[in-house]
């Protein structure tokens, strides 16, 4: 029905991100020198003159390899949804016979030390090719979860990347966070019964562009946002 799937969709588009953005900003807090490089790159493709645009994005490599190490590391639900084989089939080696029911898992593939040096490092150079070669959240390979694949696989690519990674952008280029008074460290802890972080992220955020940059409503110069 129709109620369903615009529920669904305001879901992934709502949840996935900010889930996303959020481990990646506490994870980022504790390793001071991740924040400094992903600065320095906004700060070379984007300036601070103006806001971080659309066709930005697809210059803003290191920050997009922090949003798929957050995406690896802390995807939003454990599982992707069951799917069941149609037919016979062989996956990875694995026989599947017709019918079985298959369940992937988003913190095992992620995880998969295997795969993976040191899976639960938080290290978004591990994304990075090199000689600049663009970085995409999606993982066909499957090598993690973001948006899967297949027939199956997510139809919100596109607007998926862009709500998360400009969502990212406009959060790192338009302020400086700091943790709270007497605060020594994100504390990166998952929820008991999900895999978002424990507690709500905590921060401070200092306007670091020129005020009109923020909208005529707001004036940085006298409020502490
Ligand atoms: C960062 C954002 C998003 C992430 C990480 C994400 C991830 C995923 C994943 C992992 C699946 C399951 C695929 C599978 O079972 O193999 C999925 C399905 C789906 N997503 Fe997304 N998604 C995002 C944003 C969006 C957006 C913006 C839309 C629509 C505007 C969307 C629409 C859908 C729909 C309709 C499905 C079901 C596809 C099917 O069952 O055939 N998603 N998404």
Not at 47 to 57: F, H, K, S, T
Not at 63 to 80: G, M, Q, S, T, V
Not at 135 to 159: H, K, M, N, Q, Y
């Amino acid at each position: 029905g129709a109620w369903p799937l615009t529920t669904d969709i305001m879901i992934a588009s709502v949840d996935n991100p900010s889930n996303a953005v959020e481990w990646a900003l506490a994870e980022m807090m504790n390793k001071p020198e991740l924040m400094r490089k992903a600065m320095e790159e906004l700060d070379a493709v984007v300036g601070r003159d103006r806001l971080v645009q659309e066709p930005d994005l697809r210059s803003l490599n290191y920050l997009k390899a922090c949003i798929r190490e957050a995406f690896r590391l802390h995807p939003y639900h454990p599982l992707n949804p069951p799917r069941v084989a149609m037919a016979d089939t062989t996956v990875a080696g694995y026989s599947v016979p017709r019918g079985s029911q298959v369940v992937l898992s988003r913190v095992a593939l992620g995880r998969n030390p295997r795969v993976w040096a040191d899976p639960l490092e938080f290290r978004p150079e591990r994304h990075l090719a090199g000689d600049d070669a663009a970085v995409a959240l999606s993982e066909p390979e499957l090598r993690f979860v973001s948006f899967s694949t297949g027939r199956r696989g997510c139809p919100g690519i596109a607007l998926g990347t862009l709500f998360t990674v400009m969502l990212f952008a406009r959060l790192l280029q338009g302020f400086t966070w700091s943790l709270p008074p007497g605060v020594d460290g994100v504390e990166l802890r998952e929820a008991e019964a999900s895999l978002v972080l424990a507690e709500p992220l905590r921060l401070q955020a200092k306007p670091r562009l020129p005020a009109h940059l923020y909208g005529p409503e707001y004036d940085c110069s006298s409020r502490n946002l």
